[in-house]
C-alpha cells in the first residue's frame, strides 16, 4: 500500500482486526457527516434511518417539483427507488414550507426513527435541504443508513456563482447539465452562461439566422492545436478535441455546435428545478468576432478584423449595429426567466473607433470626452434596453469607468484594478466577487490553490479596499470563472474545477467564524468516494513527501505520501510516463545517485491523475564564498527594470530605473504595473547541509545560488510554487532571484528551511 498521512488510522484499523478476530463480525460503523459546505448548526443522535427503496416522499402541490427531482436525483446517484407518496398521506421524507426565517435559503433537515423532514423557508430552502440530503445518502448502494441528525442551515451570500465559457470549447446541453448537477450538489445557485466570444456564437437568434450558421463553427484555430499538443506532451487523452463536434463542410473539417432555443429553455428549466438561476452572457461590444462571422456590418469598417490586443468591436456609432445588439438580446430576454443579464463589455479594442466617423459623430453628439467615455455611453444606452425590458444589467469591471446607474453589478475580476470595488460599493452598487488570481478555474490548480480558495474573505480580499460595513453590504456574493481556451472536454473540465468548487461553496455558504481548514479537508476527502462512484474527473491533491529538486549527499530516502486513501501511486525512472504497468510505490525507496523519478496518481478507476518530477540530485557541499566588502550594507538589493517582456533572462536588457534595499525579496508596496525586479545578496549558512528554497511568483522568477540556476520559475504564469535543495558548507552564498510581471499585481517570495526541517521560513539576514 501507498504511505498515507494517517498513522492514526492505521493503528486503528489494527486494533479493529484484533477484536473481529477476537469476537467476530462487528457492527457497521455509525456513518459520519461530512456535508459541504458546511452547514451552521449539526447536532447528532444516536442512531440510523435506513433509507429502502420503495420509501415514500410527501410534498404538498406547491414542492411536488422538489419532490420530483430528488427521486429522481437518489434514483441516479445511489440507486434508491422512490416513490411519490399518495395525496394527503405521510412520506418516509416529507418536504415542507413554513420555516419562519428571513433567509429563503433557509432549511432546517431532521432524521430520525419515524424518517426524513426538510422544511424550508421558502421550495429554494427545501432544494438547499435536498441538497444536503443527497450527500448524507452514502455513495456505496449497499449502504442507505443515514446517521439521526438536526440540521439548522442558511446560506450567507445569496450569490454564490459558477461560470461556464462555452465559446472557445463547446460543450452539449446534456454536458452543461451535468455542470449545473456539479453546483446543486454543492449548494451553487448562479450559473453565469458565457454563450459567446471571438471563437464561437453559440445561441440561436432567430431574426440572425448566421449567427449560428457561420458563428458556431471554425477551422482549427491556435488554441484547439495546442491542446492537441498537451494532450501528447501530457499523455492526457482529455486534452484531445471531441470527435463528435466536428464535421466536414466543403473539403474543411469544421469544430463547433450551438443550443437551440428550446435547449435554452430546457437547460434553464433544468437548473430552475435544482435552485439555480442561468445568466446569460452575450459579450458586447468587443469580443464579437464569432457574431461578425455572418455579419461583419456591426463592425467599424464592415469587415471581421483583429486589433492591437482584441478583435475589432461592435460600432457604437452606427444605429444599425446598435439596433443589431438589442433586436438579439430582446431574443435572449425571452429565454431566461431571471432578473439579470451580463452585458461584458470587457476588454474593447477601442482602435477602429478612433479613426470611424461614425463613432466620432457618436461622441461629438453626446459631448463625450473620448472613445473610453463612448464604450460607457454604449453600456448605458443598452442596460436602458435591458431595464425597459425588465431585467437588470451585470457586467465586468471595466463597466465601473464612465460611472454605473444605480442598477447595474458588477463582476470583479481584475485583480490588479482593485479600485473598481471600492468606487462601486460607495455608490451603492453590488459586486460579484471572483478575482482572476484566485477564482479563475481555468488557471492549472498548484498545490496550495485548495487552502488559498478555502481562507479567502471575499469581503476584504484586498487589504487595500478598507470596505465601511455599509459598503461590505454590497459585496454580493463570490464567483468562480472557467474559461475554456485549454479545456476541450468535459472531463478536463471536472479536474480544473474539482475540487476547489467545494471551496468556493463553502466562502459562499459558511460564515467566516465557522471555517475550519482542516475539517474542510477531511471533509473533501470523504467525498471523493462519491466522486470515484459516479466518474467525475477531479484533481487529485499534490503528492507530498519531495521537492522538485532534491539534493543528497550519500544516500537519500523518497517517501511518496497522498491525502487521499484511494490512489496508488506509479513511477517511472528512465523518463517514460507512467502507465498502470509501471513500479506501485509500496514504502520507501532508496537512491544512491542522481535519479530523476517521475510519480503519477491512479484513481480507482484506472484513469491517471497529473504527474509530478522530482529530481534527486547527488552533489558536495557548494563552498562558502568570501564577502566581497566587510563593510556591506544589511539587506536584499533590489534593482527595479522598465521591462515589459515575457522572459527573465531579458531584464538586464531592459533600462534601470531606481534601486532599493529590502529586508527579504519581495515585491515593495505601491511598486505595480510592469516589472522586472533582480534581487541581489550574500546569506550566512549556519552550517554545513542541505538547504530547502522555495520560489513563489505570479509570472516568471528565476533562482541562482552561487552563481548556478536552482530553480526555474520562468515564464508567463499564475501564482506558482517550486522548491529545490542545495548542499551548502557553513559561510556565505550568493543568492540572485530575477523576476517579471506582467501587470498582474506582483506576487513573489523567498522562503527556505535549514537542514533536517521541513518547515519554510521568509528568508532575511541579507547582506549586499
Not at 413554513?98 to 426513527?113: C, F, I, S
Not at 491556435?222 to 482529455?238: H, S, V
Not at 484513481?603 to 534527486?616: H, I, K, L, N, V
Not at 516568471?700 to 529545490?724: F, Q, R
Request: proline share 5%; net charge negative.
Amino acid at each position: 500500500m501507498l504511505k498515507k498521512n494517517f498513522p492514526a488510522l492505521a493503528a486503528a484499523i489494527a486494533a479493529v482486526s484484533l477484536v473481529v478476530a477476537a469476537c467476530g463480525t462487528l457492527p457497521a460503523a455509525m456513518p459520519e457527516i461530512n456535508v459541504i459546505p458546511k452547514p451552521v448548526s449539526v447536532t447528532e443522535g444516536h442512531g440510523v434511518f435506513k433509507l429502502k427503496s420503495g420509501m415514500t416522499v410527501a410534498a404538498d402541490s406547491a414542492l411536488a417539483p422538489a419532490a420530483k427531482y430528488l427521486i429522481e436525483a437518489l434514483a441516479k446517484s445511489s440507486a434508491l427507488q422512490l416513490e411519490a407518496a399518495r395525496p394527503g398521506k405521510e412520506g418516509n421524507i416529507d418536504l415542507q414550507l413554513g420555516l419562519d426565517d428571513k433567509n429563503p435559503e433557509a432549511y432546517t433537515l431532521t432524521v430520525d426513527d419515524k424518517g426524513i423532514t426538510i422544511q424550508g423557508a421558502t421550495p429554494r430552502g427545501v432544494l438547499m435541504g435536498i441538497a444536503t440530503l443527497r450527500q448524507l445518502v452514502p455513495a456505496d448502494p449497499k449502504d442507505s443508513r443515514i446517521p439521526h441528525v438536526t440540521i439548522t442551515d442558511a446560506p450567507r451570500f445569496d450569490w454564490r456563482g459558477a461560470h461556464l465559457d462555452v465559446s472557445r470549447h463547446f460543450y452539449t446541453a446534456d454536458q452543461v447539465k451535468d455542470f449545473i448537477d456539479l453546483m446543486a450538489t454543492y449548494k451553487l445557485n448562479k450559473f453565469h452562461w458565457h454563450l459567446t466570444d471571438d471563437q464561437g456564437w453559440r445561441i440561436e437568434i432567430k431574426q440572425y439566422p448566421l449567427l449560428t450558421e457561420k458563428g458556431a463553427w471554425r477551422k482549427f484555430n491556435g488554441q484547439d492545436r495546442e491542446c492537441m499538443a498537451m494532450a501528447a506532451k501530457e499523455d492526457n487523452p482529455d486534452m484531445l478535441i471531441p470527435q463528435e463536434l466536428l464535421k466536414v463542410e466543403d473539403g474543411d473539417t469544421l469544430y463547433g455546435g450551438f443550443y437551440t432555443q428550446e435547449q435554452v429553455r430546457d437547460v434553464v428549466a433544468y437548473a430552475a428545478e435544482r435552485g439555480i438561476d442561468v445568466i446569460p452572457e452575450l459579450d458586447m461590444p468587443g469580443h464579437l468576432m464569432g457574431a461578425q462571422q455572418g455579419y461583419p456590418w456591426i463592425t467599424c469598417t464592415g469587415e471581421s478584423s483583429w486589433g492591437q490586443s482584441f478583435s475589432s468591436p461592435l460600432c457604437p456609432g452606427k444605429d444599425s449595429a446598435l439596433m443589431f445588439a438589442k433586436n438579439v438580446y430582446s431574443e435572449v430576454f425571452s429565454l431566461f426567466p431571471y432578473e439579470y443579464v451580463h452585458l461584458g463589455a470587457d476588454e474593447v479594442e477601442k482602435t477602429n473607433w478612433k479613426a470611424c466617423p461614425d463613432c466620432q459623430a457618436r461622441i461629438k453628439t453626446y459631448n463625450l470626452k473620448d472613445e473610453h467615455e463612448l464604450q460607457a455611453w454604449f453600456v448605458h444606452d443598452m442596460e436602458r434596453h435591458f431595464n425597459a425590458n425588465g431585467k437588470k444589467l451585470i457586467g465586468w469591471d471595466e463597466i465601473v469607468d464612465g460611472g454605473l446607474s444605480p442598477t447595474a453589478t458588477i463582476t470583479w475580476w481584475r485583480d490588479w484594478a482593485p479600485k473598481a470595488v471600492t468606487t462601486a460599493t460607495a455608490q451603492g452598487n453590488d459586486v460579484i466577487i471572483c478575482p482572476d488570481f484566485l477564482l479563475y478555474f481555468d488557471f492549472i490548480e498548484q498545490a496550495r490553490d485548495l487552502k488559498r480558495v478555502y481562507d479567502t474573505e471575499p469581503t476584504t480580499y484586498r487589504a487595500d479596499w478598507n470596505l465601511t460595513p455599509e459598503q461590505k453590504k454590497h459585496i454580493r456574493g463570490v464567483q468562480a470563472n472557467t474559461w475554456c481556451e485549454r479545456i476541450p472536454s468535459v472531463r478536463r473540465m471536472q479536474y480544473q474545477i474539482m475540487p476547489r468548487m467545494m471551496a468556493l461553496s463553502e466562502i459562499a455558504w459558511a460564515q467566516p467564524e465557522a471555517k475550519d481548514w482542516a475539517d474542510f479537508e477531511k471533509r473533501f476527502v470523504a467525498q471523493v468516494d462519491y466522486l470515484d462512484r459516479h466518474g467525475i474527473n477531479y484533481r487529485v491533491p499534490d503528492l507530498t513527501g519531495f521537492n522538485d529538486i532534491n539534493v543528497f549527499v550519500d544516500t537519500a530516502t523518497v517517501t511518496v505520501h497522498s491525502i487521499l486513501p484511494n490512489i496508488e501511486v506509479r513511477y517511472t525512472t528512465d523518463g517514460s510516463f507512467p502507465n498502470a504497468q509501471s513500479t506501485l510505490c509500496t514504502g520507501s525507496i532508496t537512491v544512491t545517485e542522481s535519479t530523476k523519478f517521475i510519480f503519477r496518481p491512479f484513481r480507482p478507476d484506472g484513469t491517471a491523475g497529473a504527474m509530478q518530477t522530482a529530481e534527486y540530485r547527488k552533489e558536495a557541499y557548494s563552498p562558502a564564498q568570501a564577502l566581497p566588502d566587510k563593510k556591506m550594507e544589511d539587506g536584499v538589493r533590489m534593482v527595479y527594470h522598465e521591462f515589459k517582456g515575457r522572459k527573465c533572462a531579458e531584464i538586464q536588457e531592459a533600462k534601470v530605473v531606481r534601486n532599493y534595499t529590502l529586508d527579504s525579496v519581495a515585491v515593495p508596496e505601491k511598486l505595480e504595473g510592469w516589472l522586472g525586479l533582480v534581487y541581489e545578496g550574500f546569506i550566512e549558512v549556519p552550517q554545513d547541509g542541505v538547504y530547502t528554497f522555495a520560489l513563489t511568483s505570479n509570472d516568471g522568477s528565476m533562482l541562482y545560488v552561487d552563481g548556478e540556476l536552482l530553480i526555474d520559475n520562468d515564464g508567463p504564469h499564475g501564482d506558482t510554487k517550486l522548491t529545490a535543495q542545495r548542499a551548502l558548507a557553513k559561510g556565505w552564498h550568493k543568492l540572485r532571484v530575477e523576476y517579471f510581471d506582467m501587470n498582474n499585481g506582483g506576487i513573489l517570495s523567498l522562503q527556505w528551511a535549514l537542514p533536517g526541517q521541513t518547515a519554510l521560513k521568509t528568508m532575511t539576514g541579507f547582506k549586499h
